[in-house]
């Protein structure tokens, strides 16, 4: 059963900080998708990573994917209260031909300011 | 990326009445949906996979007498929460699976707060 693990599941820090959140299993992905959802919204897709070892970022955000494509973590640098969010990994399910998504947990984010 | 609407917004109903939420692709053909339903601080749980023009598969422990899914279009997707109980209250999204030459993502509604009373 493919699982995806996200730590920490709750984070709360100051406007400026960095923080890392994780997202691990112990099964192999094809993909894998960060999601960042506000309070009352649907979740939006922030980045994919496909390549083992790869790394992309996006202003602020860096995102990088595991060698063995078994986990990922997204790091934030001088996090701001815009920031605040639930921030989901997600992955393709290898298991037949339906597309579903595995999905983590999800790590709650608070930034303060 | 695709855009994704969802109406109501936010509904508020009396326990045993039946309830429509629509789910809406506006620039994109989408012949998978996906219905999921979301408990606060929690993650996304999957409902059931709406493929147009055919019955939808639901996932394990979600009923589909309950929960009755309609893909009637390339654009529209329906779920009818019926005979509603106070149980049912959750916020419910939609995605829609779009393709690009590359690889396949999901987009989503912004969701429907569903709460019964």
């Known amino acids: 059963t493919q699982l995806l693990e996200q730590s920490p599941q709750f984070l709360s820090i100051q406007e400026g900080e960095n923080l890392t959140v994780y997202c691990n299993s112990s099964s192999v992905f094809s993909s894998l998708q960060w999601y960042r959802q506000e309070p009352g919204e649907g979740p939006v897709l922030l980045v994919t990573v496909v390549t083992g070892g790869e790394v992309k970022k996006l202003k602020r955000l860096t995102f990088q994917f595991g060698d063995a494509r078994k986990d990922s973590s997204l790091h934030i640098t001088a996090a701001q209260p815009g920031d605040t969010g639930l921030y989901l990994c997600a992955g393709p399910n290898n298991a037949g031909n339906n597309r579903k998504l595995i999905w983590g947990l999800g790590t709650s984010l608070a930034v303060n300011p | 990326g695709a855009v994704v609407s969802q109406h109501p917004s936010r509904v508020i109903c009396k326990s045993g009445t039946s309830v429509k939420i629509e789910c809406r692709s506006l620039?994109?053909?989408?012949?998978?949906m996906f219905w999921y339903r979301q408990f606060p601080k929690q993650s996304l749980m999957l409902m059931a996979t709406?493929?147009?023009?055919?019955?939808?598969?639901?996932e394990q422990g979600v009923e589909k007498d309950k929960f009755l899914i309609n893909h009637a279009s390339l654009t529209l997707s329906t779920l009818t929460v019926t005979s509603a109980h106070p149980e049912d209250s959750s916020f419910y999204i939609c995605?829609?699976?779009?393709?690009?030459?590359?690889?396949?993502?999901?987009?989503f509604g912004p969701g429907t707060r569903l709460l019964v009373l």
């Open positions: 620039d994109f053909q989408a012949t998978t």
């Open positions: 995605s829609i699976l779009a393709r690009d030459w590359r690889e396949e993502t999901q987009y």
């Open positions: 709406s493929n147009e023009g055919s019955k939808a598969t639901y």
